[in-house]
Each structure stands twice: as C-alpha cells, then as structure tokens.
C-alpha cells in the first residue's frame, strides 16, 4: 500500500481513504474505511473509460447483479454509485496473499488444504453462476486467501469492461494460461469457461504451472485446443474431477454446483496447516494491514498460532492482498523491516531488525545502493518462469523494421519508420484509443535511435546522418542539430516527464540535449586525463533526470561515465573501465533455464563486438546496469569494478534494458525474444520468460509491480513482477 499522493481523494462516497492499493487499466483502487470503521476496497473506474458510450449503464448492470453474490467463498459488494462524476465500487477488503502468490512463494498447496481449497472455489464459482455472472477471467491472481479459506474477487464489473477492452486492445477472453478451448479460438465466456478456468487453477495450485504452459503465445492457446494435460502430477484424488473440468467440450463439463458435489463438498470453513507458508503470509498480511492502517501504537506483532512464539522475521517482500482486474493487479506490499515511508528491500539472513524508522531507512538505503554489500547475505531467491497477465495485438499495424521504443514507465510506445520523412508515431499503453503522430520532417535521413517520455510529444531521435530532432514541449516546434560541431550525434536518452534529452556524439562528449557549450561532459582515461575522441554507444538518464550517463571506448576499454546533471563541474561523477577480457569472461559463464524451460548450460561468447548496447540508471545515480553483447552488469557506482548478472541458456544479444522505480530489479530483453528479471541488491536472477516474437523493448510500471514491452509483432504484453522478492 503507497502514502496517498496530493491529487489523491481523501474521501469518496462518505468512504474515508487510508492509502492507495493500486492502479492499472480500469482505475485506481484505494483502501477505504466505512463511518463504522469496516475496511473496503474502493475501485475508482478511469475518466475514460466512464465517457465510453453505454458504459455506465452496463457497470449499473454488472454491480447490480454482483451485489446479489453471497457465499462463504466471494468477495462482496459493499456500495457502487455508476452516476457519480467518477464511476466507483467498494467491495469486501481482504487481507491475504493471492493463490498465486502463496504458490510461488510457498510451493504448491498441501494435499489437505487443496482439497478444501477446490471444493470451496466450486462454491465460490457456483454463487457467481447462481447470482447469473459469468466471471470471465477466473486465475490465481483474482482468488485471495484469508485466515478462513479463498475468496473468489472481481467478477463484479467483467462484463462492463469487456466491451472497452474489446474494442481497444483486442482483450476480452481473460487471462490466456487459464482459458477454455472455445475462448481461446475466440468464442464467448459461459459459466462453462469458467468451469475449466477453475480447473487450470486447481492444476497451478497442485503443481505450481498452468496445465497447458505459459508462451509462446501460438503455442499455449495449441496446447489448450489440443492437448490433454498431465493429471499424473495431481494428486489421485483429484485426477478424475479435474479431467471433468478439463474436458475440451463445455458440454460434457460439470456445472460449478455439480463440481462442488464432486470434489466432496465445501466445508464451513478452511483451516490451512499451522505455520505453512499459506498460514504464514495469511498472518504477516493481516498483520502489516493493521499496522499501516491504524494509528500508533503499533500493534503487537501476531504470535505463532501453535507454540504462542513470535514469529521471526520473514526474508522478502509478499503481498497482502491482490485485487486483479485484467492488467490490475493491486497489492498491499508486506514490508517487515523498513519504515512505513519506505518500499525495502529483503532483509538480510540475520540482521537484527531494528524498531528505529532511521535505521530501517539507512537500512534501505545500504540495501538499495550497494553500501556496506560486504557485511549483506542475501538468501538464495527462487527463479519464476512468469505467465503474462496481458498478451494482446495492439489495434495498431506497423513493419518489423522500425525504430522503436518504450516510455521509461512503460505508458507510451513509439515508432519511426525507416523511411525518410515519416513521422514519429505513439500509442498508450495498455489501451490505444487512436495513433498519434508527431512529424520529424526537418531530417531527410532515417532513424537511428528512438527515446520516448511517458506521454507522447515528449521525444528524442538521431539519425543516421548524426543529425538530430528532439522535441521537450507539448506547444512547442521541435529543435533540430546537424551535429557538426560535434561529428554527429550517436545516442538518445529522455527522462519519465521529457524534460531532459541527453545525447552522446561522435566525438566522445554527452550531456543535456545539443548545441554550443551543452556536450560539457567527456570520457576520460584512468589517470583522469581527456580520452581520445571516440564516438558514445550508449546514454541514459535517470526517471526523474537528476543523473545522465554515456558509454564510450577508450583504448581497449569500454568506459561508462554517470554524471549529476546538477552543477558545473566537469570532472564530477563515477567512472568505470569494462576489458573485452571481462565481457568474454561473463559470456562464458554457466547458463540457467531458459525462458522456453530447456536446463542451463555452458555459456557462448557473442560476436556482437564491445560496444554497450543498453544503459539504465537507478534512483540517486547509485547503481547502473549495462549490457554488452549477451553480457548484463550490475555496478554500483561506488565501485571500481562491476558484476556480471546470471543469464539463461540461449539468451541472444540484449537490446533494451529496465530499472524498477526504487532500484531493486532490472530486466534485459534479447534479441531472441527472452526476457530476464535480476534482484539488483543481490545480483540473483528472480525471473525469465518469453515474449511472443523477437527483441522488445521493456520498462517498468510507475508502481514497479508490472513490466512492460511491444514485440516486433505488434503485441503488448504485461508481467506482474511485484511479488518477486
């Protein structure tokens, strides 16, 4: 849960609001208290889509129909008001991880608590069939678990939104990994599709993997139609009942009552196993809500259900409760050992927590940068091979052969085509109402690099000439540079707001946009003397452009120069020096598992050459993370040296890389189409997965919860990474 933001409402619908959960493509979604003190979630519907043409009379509809759901195992309605200014809906606030986060981080469910978990999900689907809803996007993410058993959420507004989404993005089927054969060819959701969602569920719960993959998209949506799942993994006593809901033909499948009968009845209530991973995060969540919801004193941290002990404190960071819709995935993060101001980091394995919110904050900021890593032991993270919670065609067409790239928050998405004269194009992410289009005619030549800001208008471009057009106003004439006074122009950078371009030049220098007296910055040899011209490979600037960077030869070296954008001093700033030797030595280190699940193995060096192919750079200018060839390095900038980040087997040279807002993870996307997630603090690989078609560029959410990317197919696809540490 974030601090509410000035423009934030403090009160909606005589609801007070405590804290904003999340956001993403219906709205945003606040914690909220009742006069009578009673927790909601308050879902606030998006300006936009409230003006779409009968939208409010169909979210009256679907609210109006949800609120009859009752059941031991959905979650209420509480209060709606479609007419208001802004559309909103409070349901029932739960405090508890999702089912999918409870696996990944937990494992697959044990045998007991499965048996009573499937049979209450019947139960909870069967309310929704009853009250005559269609759930349509039944998965892991959109079930919560709490002290007594699931919750099935967000079926109150699925029908409403689906006819936006439809029209705009090509969505409408739900989630692909769990859908039925009949919508993943493109047909209707029923309460039969729901039925074989919730059997995809019970396979992931059981085994800890959707029943028929994750990616390539082509071949998941094949295995559903076609292929039969391996049940063998179940155990017996659920083999026979999940085939029934598996069956590829909704006719021969149960209905949700006739499931529960199957599965032998719901019980009153669930009671998961004392101390196991369910019950743990199920503590901790109802735990932190209280702590970040009430006023002091703190409360007393909750005791080990069992023995009476206190429980010691958790490594990483979960979540507490997760309200899905489509791309929404809003959570409340469980933060055992940082301040309430502050998003942390994993503890380290034996620290002493400390009560002190500075110490929890020098805490933080040790973890974040680097300082102090020699006295860290991070624990050992699990590698997540993430399923998209998006995949859709943008309603867009474009050639593979463009210059593309991604806002820093990964809001907007723009092309150039390599034609000259062509305009520079944009599209919002994830919902594109229309292209927009920005001319770069005062360049007769092609483009060579493409930096977008978070919304469209705000742009940089060189071109294969060295020239350059950049354009940091929403009124104003683009500005245009030959680059001549500096051998052209190489590189382009801009920072989330747009306000800040930087580009690197032929001849070594780098700095805010162009012109006279605006390159101040160059590469230089260790000793601290001027390097020889060479021209830059890379820039980048920080999110909110308080630090730039540029990426040079200088000898035989590689040299990466990070520089605060504040001040006059030419010679301030951190410097690296990367050997061709070094780059090798990390190419050739072992591989892991690939996005695609083939093992890991011996590494191949690259013939990609020595130049730095992709920069970012962290909050504070305090770490940078680079590639070379199929090489990733992490460095800290207080460091003289930097380290190289583990890879998978078959990851090809990577051509976009991202920094989360807080610094904690970066992701590097390849030319053949793999997509890695690394925990910065710890240099451990925490994520791997696959985009439908080739090299994507890729940016994280401004919540840092999701990663985003558009491959060269014209696909954009979302992962939800914010319960990854």
Known sequence: ?????????????????????????????????????????????????????????????????????????????????????????????????????????????????????????????????????????????????????????????????????????????????????????????????????????????????????????????????????????????????????????????????????????????????????VDRLVVDSEWETERLTEPPPEPVRPTDRS????????????????????????????????????????????????SGPEAGNEAEADAGNGAGDE???????????????????????????????????????????????EPVHFVSLPSVPEVETAGNNRSYEVPRHLAVADRPWFWGTVYEDGSSVMNISSDGYPESDDGDAHHGYTAVDIDALGHVPVVGAGDGTFGTRFGEGRLAHTHRNPDGSRAVPAAVDAVAVDREGEYMAGAAAVGNDRSIRVVPLEGQDRNAGDDLYVSPEQVREAELLPTGEAADGSPGGPGEASDAGDEVTAMEIGPDGAVVVFAVGTAVFRWNTGDDTAEPLPRGAGDGVVGSLALSPDGTLAAASGETGAVNVWHVPSAQRVATMEVPEGPAPVAFTEDGGALRTVDAENVFTEWDVGGLV
């Open 1 to 277: 849960m974030e601090r509410l933001d000035e423009d934030d409402p403090r009160e909606i619908g005589g609801y007070l609001v405590l804290g904003r959960l999340g956001a993403g493509g219906m709205g945003r979604v606040y914690l909220a208290r009742t006069p009578g003190h009673r927790k909601v979630a308050l879902k606030v519907i998006h300006p936009h889509l409230a003006g779409e043409p009968g939208f409010r009379s169909r979210f009256a509809r679907e609210v109006a129909t949800a609120r009859r759901v009752s059941g031991a195992f959905s979650a209420a309605v509480v209060d709606a008001d479609p007419e208001a200014e802004v559309p909103w809906m409070a349901t029932e606030y739960l405090a508890g991880p999702t089912l999918r986060q409870a696996v990944v981080e937990g494992g697959p469910l044990r045998k007991r608590e499965l048996h009573g978990l499937a049979a209450a999900l019947a139960e909870g689907l069967a309310a929704i069939h009853g009250a005559g809803l269609v759930h349509r996007d039944l998965k892991p993410g959109n079930i919560v678990l709490v002290g007594d058993g699931p919750r099935v959420i967000d079926f109150g507004i699925a029908k409403a939104l689906d006819a936006v989404e439809a029209t705009h993005t090509a969505r409408g089927f739900g989630t692909l990994a769990y859908v039925s054969p009949e919508q993943a060819l493109g047909g209707a959701a029923t309460e039969a599709s729901d039925v074989f969602s919730l059997g995809s569920v019970l396979f992931f719960a059981a085994t800890g993997e959707p029943p028929f993959g994750t990616a390539p998209q082509a071949s998941v949506i094949h295995r559903i139609v076609d292929r039969e799942p391996d049940l063998e993994r179940v155990p017996e006593g659920l083999r026979s009942p999940l085939a029934a809901l598996l069956d590829k033909d909704p006719e021969d499948r149960p209905s949700a009552r006739e499931a529960v009968r199957a599965l032998g009845g719901a019980p009153e209530a669930i009671r998961w196993e004392p101390e196991g991973a």
């Open 307 to 354: 023995t009476g002990q206190t429980p010691g404190p958790r490594v990483g960071r979960g979540r507490a409760a997760a309200y899905a819709d489509g791309a929404l995935a809003v959570v409340v993060s469980v933060a055992l050992v940082v301040s309430l101001a502050s998003d942390g980091v994993p503890e380290p394995v034996g620290a002493e927590a400390d």
């Open 375 to 421: 006295e860290v032991e991070y624990p050992e993270l699990p590698l997540s091979v993430l399923e998209p919670v998006e995949a859709n065609p943008l309603d867009v067409e474009f050639d593979a052969d463009l210059t593309r790239g991604i806002s820093p928050s990964g809001e907007v998405f723009a092309w150039a085509p390599p034609e000259e004269l």
